[in-house]
Each structure stands twice: as structure tokens, then as C-alpha cells.
């Protein structure tokens, strides 16, 4: 990740909470009071936010000292933990929430990527994720969806061509839509043509398009369709596709899937506090 806006993130999450200052922390602590707290997962699943912790605590109070057990990717059991903060009450207090909002969505997000990817084992294809992030989120949620082993589509608007069906109407045709956009591009830039029908797949062949999408088609409709792709065009199923269907698509021989419910509708790794000061124990965070 860009840790320089990683940092610039925080301080935007930060400052949304903590507006003026933390009144509950700071009208029962006073500034020289001193604990620890543990975060640790309450069910199993995929790590990922070790950055996030890391440099998150440290913004807040640079006297702060934090070590992260487990590194982006790896897997955790219920119970067991994932790091240890310890310093300044207040500080502790006032980042504990937006740290653990960000890496319980994050390890939610690998979690699920890592489901995916186990899906098609044994198979050509290949998982990626889409544009449907929260906006603001983008390169929080990609990264994690890389620690779940899976791999990124295009990062936004700005780094590759996809002519969607509403690209192609207002443009009057594939063929013209991939005409007149590859005038205007470099030689560095792909262009992926979305396709629903068997005609307009010869179509975005003929027109030179680089890779291909079979939006909402069926696996055997993708199955019958491949044949007629060459070699070097990229091929890929989007659309309405779930982890309860995603072996039947792998199994398609297509490369590439994108799941927008890697990071649309994600679950949240249920990830906790166990707070420890004055010998006593209890659950924070909520």
C-alpha cells in the first residue's frame, strides 16, 4: 500500500471521530494514566490490516508501543491474537475503534477472497475483484482482497478501458466503441469489451478487443463460447456469480471471474479488544 496516503486515510478516520477531542476518555483519565489492551479474533478466518495498526496507534500517540502478531494473509483461530498496544490510556481508548472498524473489514474482505480462491483449485481461473468498494475505501479493500490471494481488476477509471453496455449504445456498436477508443489510447493500455450474446463475442473479437467479458452468462454458455476465442484474448465471467456457483464457472475454462461481493457486501472478521488496566479485565470497543 501507499503508506503516505495510507497515513493521510487515518488522519481523515481519525479526525471524523474524534472531532474536538475524546470526551469519554478524557474526562475519566488523565493524561499520565498508562495500559495495554490485546486485539484477538473471535473467529477464524484471514488476517489483513497489519499496517493499519501499525501505523495508525503511532499517529495518534508516538509513545505508544505496538506489536502485531501476525502478518497480511494469515489465517487465525478463534481466541488467539493478533496484536498487543500498550501506552497511554487515552490514546489507547480513542483509536480503538476506527483501527478495529478498518481491520475487520479488511480481514472480512481476505476472508472471503480466500474462500473464493480455494474454489477454484484445480482450474485455470483466476479471482478478481471490481470497482464496487466503498468510496474512499478503494485501495483498503484491494490490498486486502491481494491478501486473500486473489488479484485486482482495474483500480478505477484512469488505469484501463471497459466498454460496458452503455459505452457501446451511445458509441453506436462494439465495433465502433473499440475503434475510436483504441485511437486514442498508448500501446500500455488494455481494452475489455462486455459481451451478452454470441454475435456481439464475434463482433468484439473481429473489432481487436484484448479481453473479453461474458457478462451474466451461464457456465455452459461461456463453456460453448471459449472455442472462439484466440489465444491471446483474456476471457471473463462477471455477474451474478456467488460462492455457492463459482466452481461451475471455474470449471467454464474461463480465466478470469471478478466478484463484486468480495468487497460490495462483505462480513466483517469479528475481531475484539481485551483490555487490561488496574488488574482489571474486561471487553472493549463498541
Known sequence: MNTIKLKEMLKQFFNEDIGDGDLSSESIFSAIEQGAFTFYAKQEGIFCGKQIIEIGFPLLDPNLHVTVFKEDGEKVQNGEQIARIEGSLRSLLTGERVILNCIQRMSGIATQAYAAVQLTQGTDAHICDTRKTIPGLRMLDKYAVR????????????????????HISFAGGITEAVQTARGKIGHTVKIEVEIETKEQLIEAIAAGADIIMFDNRTPEEIKNWLPLVPAHIATEASGGITLDNLRSYAQSGVQWISLGALTHSVTALDISALVEQKGAVTIGAR
Not at 491478501?147 to 452503455?166: P, Q
Open 147 to 166: 491478501a486473500g490471494g486473489a488479484y485486482n481488476h482495474r483500480s478505477g477509471l484512469y488505469d484501463a478501458i471497459m466498454l460496458k453496455d452503455n
